[in-house]
């Protein structure tokens, strides 16, 4: 599939500015054309290619005994796999954090690829179309670029350092609302196997529901950090997180002028495993409820 055809959905989005959302100016530049941004987008979209394809199949699955689980986790498998070597050949040198393989380290300890290559498995092992490959690359430390690229929609966020963050040709900008009862938020539900975890968001969930418009629950970390950078959510907050989760999503974020912390506002997220995201009104007043609960 041709780059541009991986961006066409976005194409046809008009900006909007109600909430931010998806601000360009014809002084503006359209998207970003680096060598790393290329590599980036290049290898996702071959992953995402597979992922395409084996979406389509998982509603065939859903009626069989042995159910699509086994199905998905090849997918998952396949997608890591066409990451890594694309990276690898493009970056030679390069260490990696992947979800599935672990950490493999490279002879260029400066940098290291962060990679989730099926964010929001659950939706994609019941056909629903809220998933993505999530990349970001983290330089002596310092995450300083990221995508996020859903093939079900084909739509792809890129973000780098100094750079802005992208969804196609468009400017991405979070949300500027200043008032948390016009807020859209965000969250994640923590599972089943994570029982423990219950009680904390139970409390958590009420003390913002009591202020906020209204709250989100979409399974899929990468894309709530997207659309918190889009300006579709006007902030966004989890705990229980791997840093594949966040990596790419953080950076979106913070390149489209929003603000990112851990839940005690400081800047351990990818450590503590927990995020909070949005404008700068929005995100400090909702990390205030939070602490409170």
């Given at each position: 599939?041709?780059?541009?055809?991986?961006?066409?959905?976005?194409?046809?989005?008009?900006?909007?500015?109600?909430?931010?959302?998806?601000?360009?100016?014809?002084?503006?530049?359209?998207?970003?054309?680096?060598?790393?941004?290329?590599?980036?987008?290049?290898?996702?979209?071959?992953?995402?290619?597979?992922?395409?394809?084996?979406?389509?199949?998982?509603?065939?699955?859903?009626?069989?005994?042995?159910?699509?689980?086994?199905?998905?986790?090849?997918?998952?498998?396949?997608?890591?796999?066409?990451?890594?070597?694309?990276?690898?050949?493009?970056?030679?040198?390069?260490?990696?954090?992947?979800?599935?393989?672990?950490?493999?380290?490279?002879?260029?300890?400066?940098?290291?690829?962060?990679?989730?290559?099926?964010?929001?498995?659950?939706?994609?092992?019941h056909g629903i179309p809220v998933f993505a490959i999530s990349v970001a690359l983290e330089r002596e430390g310092q995450l300083v670029a990221g995508i996020v690229y859903n093939p079900a929609d084909d739509e792809m966020y890129v973000a780098e350092r100094g750079q802005g963050a992208w969804l196609n040709n468009r400017r991405l900008?979070?949300?500027?609302?200043?008032?948390?009862?016009?807020?859209?938020?965000?969250?994640?539900?923590?599972?089943?196997?994570?029982?423990?975890?219950?009680?904390?968001?139970?409390?958590?969930?009420?003390?913002?529901?009591?202020?906020?418009?209204?709250?989100?629950?979409?399974?899929?970390?990468?894309?709530?950090?997207?659309?918190?950078?889009?300006?579709?959510?006007?902030?966004?907050?989890?705990?229980?997180?791997?840093?594949?989760?966040?990596?790419?999503?953080?950076?979106?974020?913070?390149?489209?002028?929003?603000?990112?912390?851990?839940?005690?506002?400081?800047?351990?997220?990818?450590?503590?495993?927990?995020?909070?995201?949005?404008?700068?009104?929005?995100?400090?007043?909702?990390?205030?409820?939070?602490?409170?609960?």
């Open positions: 599939m041709p780059r541009r055809a991986a961006w066409s959905k976005a194409a046809e989005l008009d900006p909007t500015s109600a909430g931010g959302h998806l601000a360009a100016s014809p002084k503006e530049s359209p998207m970003i054309r680096s060598a790393l941004m290329n590599v980036m987008t290049a290898a996702a979209i071959k992953a995402g290619r597979g992922l395409k394809r084996d979406f389509g199949e998982v509603a065939n699955l859903q009626v069989s005994v042995k159910g699509p689980g086994d199905f998905v986790s090849a997918a998952d498998r396949k997608a890591e796999k066409v990451l890594f070597e694309e990276l690898a050949k493009a970056r030679p040198g390069y260490g990696f954090v992947m979800e599935e393989s672990g950490r493999v380290e490279g002879t260029d300890t400066s940098h290291t690829w962060i990679i989730d290559p099926l964010d929001g498995t659950t939706n994609f092992l900008r979070v949300a500027q609302r200043r008032d948390l009862a016009d807020s859209l938020i965000a969250t994640g539900v923590p599972h089943l196997g994570k029982a423990k975890e219950h009680p904390r968001f139970k409390q958590e969930l009420a003390a913002v529901m009591t202020r906020v418009g209204n709250v989100r629950r979409f399974g899929a970390a990468a894309l709530d950090l997207a659309y918190t950078a889009a300006g579709r959510f006007d902030a966004y907050w989890e705990r229980g997180l791997q840093p594949w989760d966040i990596a790419a999503g953080i950076v979106l974020v913070r390149e489209a002028g929003g603000f990112v912390s851990d839940l005690s506002g400081d800047q351990d997220m990818l450590a503590r495993g927990e995020i909070l995201a949005g404008g700068e009104t929005i995100q400090r007043a909702l990390g205030d409820l939070l602490r409170k609960a």
